[in-house]
């Protein structure tokens, strides 16, 4: 762990902030003890709701290798990365992640991913996400047709 790369990460979520384009969320991805990207919180910059500055990094940073797999690679966050960022940092087989503050520090603030927790854990209500589950023999074909592909890459 270096703090170098944390003080990057707090850089990155300020200048973010300075700029408006989103909240004060920073990230960092090394590999090899060097930076490979680096990235700010821009969800209101683009109006993209997924452009926290983990899923952006990891972008970036697959971008540079021209892969998916950052294998090796480290994640230095400001905060502990909500449910979505987690998953994301999961599929890119990121395995080791340094965070500067708390999800209840970050809740404290107006950003709680509890209710995203809690769906992950119970379920949703309908009152927050309806999901219905409907029979779809297309949908069920595409997974037998990726089973069957010869040429196909996991990811």
Same mark, same amino acid.
């Given at each position: 762990?270096?703090?170098?790369?944390?003080?990057?990460?707090?850089?990155?979520?300020?200048?973010?902030?300075?700029?408006?384009?989103?909240?004060?969320?920073?990230?960092?991805?090394?590999?090899?003890?060097?930076?490979?990207?680096?990235?700010?919180?821009?969800?209101?910059?683009?109006? #993209?709701?997924?452009?926290?500055?983990? @899923?952006?990094?990891?972008?970036?940073?697959? *971008?540079? $290798? &021209?892969?998916?797999?950052?294998?090796?690679?480290?994640?230095?966050?400001?905060?502990?990365?909500?449910?979505?960022?987690?998953?994301?940092?999961?599929?890119?087989?990121?395995?080791?992640?340094?965070?500067?503050?708390?999800?209840?520090?970050?809740?404290?603030?107006?950003? #709680?991913?509890?209710?995203?927790?809690? @769906?992950?854990?119970?379920?949703?209500?309908? *009152?927050? $996400? &309806?999901?219905?589950?409907?029979?779809?023999?297309?949908?069920?074909?595409?997974?037998?047709?990726?089973?069957?592909?010869?040429?196909?890459?996991?990811?």
């Amino acid at each position: 762990m270096s703090d170098n790369f944390m003080e990057i990460a707090v850089e990155e979520a300020r200048k973010g902030m300075q700029n408006n384009e989103g909240g004060p969320f920073g990230a960092v991805i090394v590999k090899d003890g060097k930076v490979l990207s680096k990235a700010h919180n821009k969800v209101l910059g683009t109006n #993209d709701p997924s452009a926290h500055a983990e @899923i952006v990094a990891i972008r970036e940073a697959s *971008s540079i $290798l &021209e892969n998916f797999d950052l294998s090796g690679c480290e994640l230095y966050a400001t905060t502990m990365p909500c449910p979505m960022c987690l998953s994301a940092i999961c599929w890119a087989r990121i395995r080791k992640v340094y965070y500067g503050t708390s999800t209840d520090e970050v809740a404290s603030i107006g950003f #709680d991913d509890g209710m995203i927790y809690d @769906i992950l854990k119970k379920g949703a209500s309908p *009152s927050v $996400l &309806e999901k219905t589950n409907v029979e779809c023999e297309g949908c069920r074909k595409l997974l037998d047709e990726w089973e069957e592909k010869p040429d196909k890459m996991m990811y």
